[in-house]
């Protein structure tokens, strides 16, 4: 019972999300990619800081502890973050579809990233996305 009622409810959500302009996309994203972060992954990102050596030694810690993440250095300031599968509970399991929402997921690393450096400390990007019909999820951290 609770299954159908999240997938009626999501279906609103969705339906709202497809009709909401760039400002108003941008601040619930923002909200919503804090919350998210704030449930795990950011505690994680700070807890591997705290112990790594270097960036090197943060972006080693980071792969071991997320096993679904590939996190490599391109350049001396930008890193890839690479999810071979989407990483959304709600798009694993079927509640949103639409690719708007991989921009929860975007705001998520940026906060978990500005958790560690500062605010503004760093620019994210997407690159691909598996919502939106790339194989995997990427993106790209430049360290300002």
């Not at 339906?15 to 972060?37: E, K, P, W």
């Not at 509970?89 to 929402?101: F, I, K, M, N, S």
Request: overall charge negative; charged content about 30%; some cysteine.
């Amino acid at each position: 019972m609770a299954g159908s009622f999240l997938a009626h409810w999501f279906r609103g959500f969705e339906q709202a999300l497809s009709g909401m302009d760039g400002r108003s996309l941008d601040a619930l994203m923002t909200n919503c990619g804090r919350a998210c972060s704030e449930s795990y992954s950011r505690q994680v990102y700070a807890e591997q800081y705290r112990a790594a050596k270097d960036l090197d030694d943060y972006l080693d810690r980071l792969n071991r502890a997320f096993a679904d993440m590939a996190a490599r250095r391109v350049s001396a300031d930008e890193i890839e973050i690479v999810y071979a599968e989407c990483g959304c509970e709600l798009a694993r399991d079927g509640y949103v579809t639409d690719p708007r929402l991989c921009l929860c997921s975007l705001k998520s690393l940026q906060y978990n990233w500005e958790s560690v450096l500062g605010e503004n400390s760093v620019s994210c990007r997407m690159e691909e996305s598996i919502l939106r019909g790339d194989g995997r999820c990427r993106f790209t951290v430049k360290l300002l």
